[in-house]
T-cell receptor
Framework: DGGITQSPKYLFRKEGQNVTLSCEQNLNHDAMYWYRQDPGQGLRLIYYSQIVNDFQKGDIAEGYSVSREKKESFPLTVTSAQKNPTAFYLC??????????????FGPGTRLTVL | KQEVTQIPAALSVPEGENLVLNCSFTDSAIYNLQWFRQDPGKGLTSLLLIQSSQREQTSGRLNASLDKSSGRSTLYIAASQPGDSATYLCAVKTDKLIFGTGTRLQVFP
């Protein structure tokens, strides 16, 4: 089955620790995205990548880092510099060859709780 | 700065009712508008995508309209069912997707 997988589903970490969230897609999509969702708020863009070995900051990149070494993988690291990391994190991908109208496909999400 | 607002924030209706969810945006310079569904603790599923040149899109019991000049979109759900219970998000495409805060819908039997 084609799709986007995120792991783990739930993640607990102590304050001050870095943590890496996994996102893998087998849709052969070029672009990948990381969003953060907080209760009562819309999704906010953290980072995105249009091609391998290239990525750009979104609206709330501070305290986060990413890499795009492979087309199918776009891991997100939440660093100790992120002041309020507890949130629901969503990864998405998009086939860019179809132009700006292509929809984004979302993974199931990872709920990160910092204790 | 583009802002997307969804009203109401929450809605509870009996099964069988037709209902309308509203989405408004402040800047009409968009490429498209999408409606997504999100079940609790899950990712988003795309329901309908309306390109900027289109007025509406339909899929089954769902119909979405777009009025770019007034900065509004509506999602019409016909004959609602308990399985429609979820949060519905709209998003406009500029150089990125900008999301509204969603409408949490509950359809009770």
């Amino acid at each position: 089955d084609g799709g986007i997988t995120q792991s783990p589903k739930y993640l607990f970490r102590k304050e001050g620790q870095n943590v890496t969230l996994s996102c893998e897609q087998n849709l052969n999509h070029d672009a990948m995205y990381w969003y953060r969702q907080d209760p009562g708020q819309g999704l906010r863009l953290i980072y995105y990548s249009q091609i391998v070995n290239d990525f750009q900051k979104g609206d709330i990149a501070e305290g986060y880092s990413v890499s795009r070494e492979k087309k199918e993988s776009f891991p997100l690291t939440v660093t100790s510099a992120q002041k309020n990391p507890t949130a629901f994190y969503l990864c998405a991908s998009r086939l860019t060859s179809g132009g700006l109208t292509d929809t984004q496909y979302f993974g199931p999400g990872t709920r990160l709780t910092v204790l | 700065k583009q802002e997307v607002t969804q009203i109401p924030a929450a809605l509870s209706v009996p099964e069988g009712e037709n209902l309308v969810l509203n989405c408004s945006f402040t800047d009409s310079a968009i490429y498209n508008l999408q409606w997504f569904r999100q079940d609790p603790g899950k990712g988003l599923t795309s329901l309908l995508l309306i390109q900027s040149s289109q007025r509406e899109q339909t899929s089954g019991r769902l119909n979405a309209s777009l009025d770019k000049s007034s900065g509004r979109s509506t999602l019409y759900i016909a004959a609602s069912q308990p399985g429609d219970s979820a949060t519905y998000l709209c998003a406009v495409k500029t150089d990125k997707l900008i999301f509204g805060t969603g409408t949490r819908l509950q359809v009770f039997p």
